[in-house]
């Protein structure tokens, strides 16, 4: 059975830092893409940035140099670093998995973050 569970967020004022993580269980980490997206209210579901089994990171305009994603296989964890933080950047985020060249995607539950102005 795979899990992805989310962890870290929670509401912070403008300008503060919050560190989302993800723990994943019943995949192979390793071998897997791991993303984080978000969703606010009325909008689509959005990327926020990915990284790749080696470590190849992508970001989305709207969060580059502001947030960092990183990964420990050790822990089967991914990790989002949230710095300067905005009241845009207020949505739930969802860790996601996915495997070149397999069709399956996993998703987490979300975590809440909200960034008062």
């Known amino acids: 059975q795979v899990q992805l569970v989310e962890s870290g967020g929670g509401l912070v004022q403008a300008g503060g830092s919050l560190r989302l993580s993800c723990a994943a269980s019943?995949?192979?980490?390793?071998?897997?893409?791991m993303g984080w997206y978000r969703q606010a209210p009325g909008n689509q579901r959005e990327l926020v940035a990915t990284i790749t089994s080696g470590g190849i990171t992508n970001y989305a305009d709207s969060v580059r140099g502001r947030i960092g994603i990183s990964r420990d296989n050790a822990k089967n964890t991914v990790y989002l670093q949230m710095n300067s933080l905005k009241p845009e950047d207020t949505a739930v985020y969802y860790c996601r998995a996915n495997r070149a060249g397999y069709l399956t995607i996993y998703w987490g539950q979300g975590t809440q973050v909200t960034v008062s102005s």
């Open positions: 019943g995949i192979i980490f390793s071998s897997h893409v």
